[in-house]
Structures are given as structure tokens and as C-alpha cells.
């Protein structure tokens, strides 16, 4: 389909994202990268231009005939080590099976005592890091492994360190190849093992671990995975295709998963030299959201970029004329207690949930951004609300209808707009079935239905946690719906969005609006 050029597309920004990020990395890394290029060639030079999408279950099968799984780590991102514990819960799950142990490269092998005292509960967290010189060894942010310490010691799964931080690339390949093997063919056990993607090369570890070096060694089956390769990733986006996770088969027993925007990875080094800049401890996250930390990089300066970003989808047809109510504070939600006012109690207990259902809320009057945690999945929500925002004003409460639909379309357009800039990371999973919806698209006259049952009043305080929650899921449902429309015909939508919604008259009627919306998406 031949692309106009009145809005930029997903796929050219997601190509702008990447190379503006990767080439920032590339100038951190400095001489660094002349060291590694040629190991990265040869990793990069051995994947094949030709795959096949498969399902999860070949990905199973494939390990279930290995004796070693070799997944490859980007080590900045904490995404990576959150898949290749998934990997192994996901493997221990459907094949019935917990006799696993974990190799990791994170870790000299000089240091396995410690690593078998801390799985004892022998020592501490604390202890641990600091007798393994964790932050000079090795340096790389702390919490994606700890999950890893976490999972083994919940299901006693013993960990292997295999790295040999003092040699060459080459030497490194060799030793842990002997380690490797040496764990499988012990203990007995499936060894799954994290390592940085670029020893995943079919000459490199791989070549290394079954090379023959005399004698009858029994041969080591492997399987490799990879994640988020750039090529992979632009091929099938350029299909417009944004799901959530695909599986691709590269060779026999190698695969790629794609659940992440490659773009992110170069941010999240980014993040981490900005945090070694500074001298500052990486800061501790929660599981779930962690892997989209940005840990010291400055708030309001990412804030303004994404904005931007937006501002570039749209051509510059929508044009933030002055960012000066940008200054972000991380609190939770006790900010927004109950005034004794009734109105006021009302609008500051929306506020709180709409703080508790977004992780972010934008106090125009203030000139505030409240955010729960600074991820990129907050940061580029909150950029699509003050993107919103702009352009349309709150309605007063006492017009419950339009106030409530107001809500709804807010909602659709944050959803929408971040997953314009985070596609595949944004991707959506919706309990449906509650709102009685189908699963092929949503019905106009349903949604329209769901809203009118559950319209906002002042004056019913306690009801109204939930009607806004069933709002927000709304919102997601419809904007999910849409976004798949953008894919479709980029230019109808943003078009739609600037006329109808981003560039909204201040006294619009937001069940009109909503309606125009849902029109392209039913």
C-alpha cells in the first residue's frame, strides 16, 4: 500500500527511534565497540535472511530433545532475563518438568561458593554483591538477575557461574563451552544458559561445545534462542504486523522471539552509562514493570523527547506551543486525599483513580505530572495525555455524560498514542468476556451501552471506583481496536485524530466525538 505523506508512519518511527538510540550507544561505547565489531559481525553474518513464524509449543519441543538451552542476554535490559526465567517456567510447566539447573555469564567461576551460600540463604542479598564484587565484575543492572536468585531458590534449581572475565573473547568461548559441558554431562540435569547474544554465533560457543577435542565425548544438543533482532523486527512490522509476541524459527533448534521494540535496548545501555555517569545506585524496581526501567535518566528531558516523537508521527500538525507544566514527582497515592468538600472529595478521588488505573496523572492547574514509577510505558502514557490534554478541556462533573465520555475518549488516546511510539510493548490484553464483548471488534452500540451504565456523578461517591474502572477498560478496549485500524490506514486515523479529538473545540460533546471514534474502528 502506497503511503502518503501527511503523517509519518509506526514503522519510520520505530526506524527513527532506533537509529537516533543506537547511534547515541554507539558513541558511549567508544573504543569498546572496535574491540567486539568483529564478534559482532560474525553473530550477525550467521543469522539467515529466511525463517518461518511457528508456535510456542516448537520452541518446547526443541528443548525438550536438548540437553543445553542457550539464550542469548542483552545485558542492560532487564526485559531479557525476565523471558529466560519465563522460558524456564514456561518449559517446567508444559513439559512436567523442574530438574533444570541455570549457567550464567553474570557471574566468574572463581565465585561459586558464594553463589551456592547465597541459593543456602547462608548470606544476604548485600552480602552476596559484595563478596562477589558484583558492580566491578560485571557492573550490569542488578535486578534482572536477582529475579533469576529468586526463582532458583523458590524451586531449589541450582546455579552455575561460567564466565572467565579476564580473558579473551575467543578464550572465553572455549572455557565456558568446558564448563558448560562439563554441568550437562554431571549433573544430569536440562542447563539453561544466559548469556550475551553475540556467543549465540554458529562459530563462536556453539562450535565451541561440540568441538571434538579427542576421545568419545556424547554430543551436546543445543538450542539457541534470541530475542529482538533489528532485521527480524522490521521485516515483520513492515508487514504491519504489531503483535505482542511472535516465535520465529531462524535454523534447526534457533529461534528469535520478538516481544520487544529493538529501539528500547540501546535506550535501556543509555540509561545504564547515564547511572555509571552519575555514580548513582540503579534503582530498585518491582517485578512486573521493571523491565522498562530508565532508571538516572533525567525525567522531564525524556518526558519533552516523547512528546515529541508524537508531535514528528503527526507531521507537526500538532504542536504543543509551550511544555511549561512538565516537572514530574514520584509519589504514591496519598497526594490525592479527600478534601471534606463533597465536589472536591469526588474530583480528587477520580483523580486518585485515574492515578491508580495509569500509574501517572496531569495536574494542569499545578503544573504537575504525578507518576507512580519512571518506565517508559508511564513516560509514553503521560506524553499522550498531555498531549490530549492540550487541546481538550475537562468538562465539569455536573454534566455526567459528557464528563464520563470525556474519560473514555482520554483514555483511548493515551492507549493509543503510546502504543504508536511503544507498538509491541503496549500490546494489550483485555478481559473481554466481563463486558460481554466480542472478540472479533467491539459493537458501537455495546460500548455506548457499557458507558451510559456507568456515567460518573458527584454525588455517588462510593460507585464511582468502579464505573471508572469499567471506563478505563473501555477506553483500552476501543483503543486496542483502533490501533489496529492505524495499522491498516495510517493516514485515516491521524487525520481523524487531528480534526476530531487533538485539535477538539474546548465545548465539544465527547459522546459525539466518542462516537466518531468508534465509527472507524466498528
Known sequence: MKKSQKTTSIFELQNYLYNHFSEKAKNLMGEKITTISNY????????????????????????????????????????????????????????????????????????????????????????????????????????GYSNIFKYAKKNKTPIFAINYS????????????????????????????????????????????NSKSGGKEKKIHLTRIISNIEYYYAVEKSKNNYSSNENLELKKDFYCILNTDPWIKWLSYIAWQEGKKSNLKLSNHNYDNSSLDLHELEPEFQFNYFVSILCRFFKNKVKPHKIDYCKIIFHNENIFDADSENEKKTLQLIAKQDYTLNNHHICKQNKFIYMRSYNLINLTQASSTFIFNIYNNEPDIDSSRNFSYYYVVKTV????????????????QFRKKEYNI?????????????????????????QNIKKLNNLHMIGKISAEALFKKISENEDLIANHLINNILKNKKDASYPVIFNRLIELCC
Not at 508456535?55 to 538451552?69: M, Q
Not at 526465567?85 to 561458593?113: G, W
Not at 472479533?440 to 458527584?458: G, R, V
Open 40 to 143: 559482532s559481525k560474525s553473530f550477525h553474518n550467521c543469522l539467515p535472511q529466511n525463517y518461518c513464524v511457528v508456535k510456542e509449543k516448537k520452541i518446547l519441543e526443541s528443548l525438550d530433545k536438548s540437553d543445553v538451552c542457550l539464550f542469548g542476554d542483552f545485558h542492560t535490559l532487564t526485559k531479557y532475563q525476565v523471558n529466560f526465567i519465563k522460558i524456564i517456567e514456561t518449559y517446567a510447566k508444559k513439559q512436567d518438568c523442574k530438574e533444570v539447573s541455570i549457567a550464567l555469564e553474570a557471574l566468574n567461576t572463581s565465585d561459586q561458593e558464594y553463589i551456592d551460600e547465597y541459593l543456602e540463604n547462608k548470606i544476604s542479598e548485600q552480602e552476596f554483591i559484595k563478596k562477589v564484587d558484583y558492580y566491578q565484575k560485571w557492573g550490569f543492572p542488578w535486578e
Open 166 to 209: 579476564n580473558k579473551s573473547l575467543f578464550e572465553r568461548d572455549q572455557l565456558i563451552a568446558k564448563r558448560i559441558k562439563n554441568i550437562a554431562l554431571k549433573y544430569g540435569k536440562k542447563v539453561f544458559c544466559l548469556i550475551g547474544e553475540h556467543h549465540l554465533a554458529d562459530s563462536h560457543l556453539p562450535s565451541c561445545i
Open 413 to 428: 488516546v493515551t492507549h493509543l498514542l503510546s502504543s504508536i511510539i511503544l507498538p509491541t510493548e503496549t500490546k494489550m
Open 438 to 462: 466480542s472478540n472479533q471488534k467491539p459493537d458501537s452500540a455495546t460500548l455506548h451501552l457499557l458507558i451510559e451504565a456507568n456515567l460518573i456523578e458527584k454525588r455517588n461517591i462510593n
